[in-house]
């Protein structure tokens, strides 16, 4: 062998060893499952490096997902580690790979950076051949556009049943406060048969006075509890919500009332009288505290339901 020849040789293995051998005594290879592809499919891109064990390398490209325009990488699995002894370790990493296009196309070296050094792996080629269309049992003609039926549900948002119960449900809790909890009534609590409006007001009545509230100086709630009794015996009593009305309201929907009409002027004089007790801090005398009662007992007295007697059918002989 000439010394020219001998030279080339030598050159060569130099250049081989310095194309796989990287910073830190590392080597970068690369190849491919199938070096031809049929466009759309996946191959698998197999990368294999040698290195120190107590090395630590990267790839700068790994957060990219083509490999060139024209090349993409559908998915990264894991990386799968061996240990190969005398301190050194290899890596095997794989990239699923595409292409929607076809002809031959270059990967270059995909970089690899350890200990501050970069090796590259060796650069391939990859052939993606074109769909035969004409092959295509599944292609058919373009149907015409039809148009669709409306359907309701098409044009309601998703988990709209969701949202019907929620508004639902903030209905009936509404109902729930204004027919119940509103008026201090406890659905979930059995309730006693409440008395007759008459016999409910006279009860009231007796237990007010003998509360004793004007005789230890507590005319305000006295007469508070007076106008209280008098109010719910109305709502009750005429379906009027007198609960609610002020004083001269009352007063001038009862005188439309015929069964209030005659007994109207001691209901007037009960409310004035407790109006004044109330919003301007008066003190009655205790004669006025007892005329008071006693008009409240009249009035309910005075409109206490009458019983109408059976009618009893006529029998002809």
Same mark, same amino acid.
């Given at each position: 062998m000439s010394q020219k020849v001998r030279y080339i040789v030598m050159t060569a293995i130099v250049l081989l060893a310095a194309s796989t051998a990287w910073g830190g005594n590392v080597t970068f290879k690369a190849r491919l499952d199938s070096a031809t592809l049929l466009m759309g499919k996946t191959t698998a891109l197999h990368l294999e490096i040698t290195q120190d064990k107590d090395a630590r390398g990267f790839f700068p490209t790994e957060q990219l997902d083509t490999l060139n325009a024209m090349v993409e990488i559908a998915e990264r699995p894991a990386a799968d580690t061996t240990d190969l002894g005398n301190n050194r370790i290899q890596i095997n990493r794989d990239l699923i790979i595409q292409s929607f296009d076809s002809g +031959? =196309?270059?990967?270059?070296?995909?970089p690899y950076v350890v200990n501050g050094d970069t090796a590259y792996c060796n650069q !391939?080629?990859? *052939?993606?051949?074109?769909?035969?269309?004409?092959? +295509?049992? #599944?292609?058919? @003609?373009?149907?015409?556009?039809?148009?669709?039926?409306?359907?309701?549900? @098409? =044009? !309601?948002? #998703?988990? =709209?049943w969701a949202w019907l119960l929620a508004l639902l449900l903030i209905g009936a809790g509404i109902w729930a406060y204004r027919k119940?909890?509103?008026?201090?009534?406890?659905? !979930?609590?059995?309730?006693? *048969?409440?008395?007759?409006?008459y016999e409910e007001a006279m009860i009231n009545l007796q237990n007010l006075? &003998? &509360?004793q509230l004007w005789q230890r100086g507590q005319e305000k709630e006295y007469f508070t509890g007076l106008t209280d009794i008098l109010r719910v015996y109305i709502d009750r009593r005429f379906h009027i919500n007198a609960v609610e009305m002020t004083s001269s309201q009352i007063i001038e929907t009862l005188k439309e009332n015929k069964e209030t009409k005659a007994v109207n002027e001691q209901l007037e004089m009960i409310l004035e009288v407790a109006d004044i007790v109330k919003f301007a801090n008066a003190r009655p005398l205790a004669d006025d505290n007892e005329v008071a009662y006693q008009r409240a007992v009249n009035f309910v007295e005075a409109t206490r339901p009458v019983e109408q007697p059976e009618k009893k059918e006529e029998v002809k002989k």
């Amino acid at each position: 062998m000439s010394q020219k020849v001998r030279y080339i040789v030598m050159t060569a293995i130099v250049l081989l060893a310095a194309s796989t051998a990287w910073g830190g005594n590392v080597t970068f290879k690369a190849r491919l499952d199938s070096a031809t592809l049929l466009m759309g499919k996946t191959t698998a891109l197999h990368l294999e490096i040698t290195q120190d064990k107590d090395a630590r390398g990267f790839f700068p490209t790994e957060q990219l997902d083509t490999l060139n325009a024209m090349v993409e990488i559908a998915e990264r699995p894991a990386a799968d580690t061996t240990d190969l002894g005398n301190n050194r370790i290899q890596i095997n990493r794989d990239l699923i790979i595409q292409s929607f296009d076809s002809g +031959m =196309w270059i990967i270059k070296p995909i970089p690899y950076v350890v200990n501050g050094d970069t090796a590259y792996c060796n650069q !391939l080629t990859l *052939k993606v051949h074109p769909v035969n269309v004409s092959q +295509m049992k #599944d292609i058919h @003609d373009i149907k015409p556009v039809e148009d669709v039926p409306f359907n309701l549900f @098409d =044009w !309601l948002p #998703d988990y =709209w049943w969701a949202w019907l119960l929620a508004l639902l449900l903030i209905g009936a809790g509404i109902w729930a406060y204004r027919k119940y909890y509103k008026k201090g009534i406890n659905p !979930l609590k059995p309730t006693k *048969k409440r008395l007759p409006p008459y016999e409910e007001a006279m009860i009231n009545l007796q237990n007010l006075k &003998a &509360a004793q509230l004007w005789q230890r100086g507590q005319e305000k709630e006295y007469f508070t509890g007076l106008t209280d009794i008098l109010r719910v015996y109305i709502d009750r009593r005429f379906h009027i919500n007198a609960v609610e009305m002020t004083s001269s309201q009352i007063i001038e929907t009862l005188k439309e009332n015929k069964e209030t009409k005659a007994v109207n002027e001691q209901l007037e004089m009960i409310l004035e009288v407790a109006d004044i007790v109330k919003f301007a801090n008066a003190r009655p005398l205790a004669d006025d505290n007892e005329v008071a009662y006693q008009r409240a007992v009249n009035f309910v007295e005075a409109t206490r339901p009458v019983e109408q007697p059976e009618k009893k059918e006529e029998v002809k002989k």
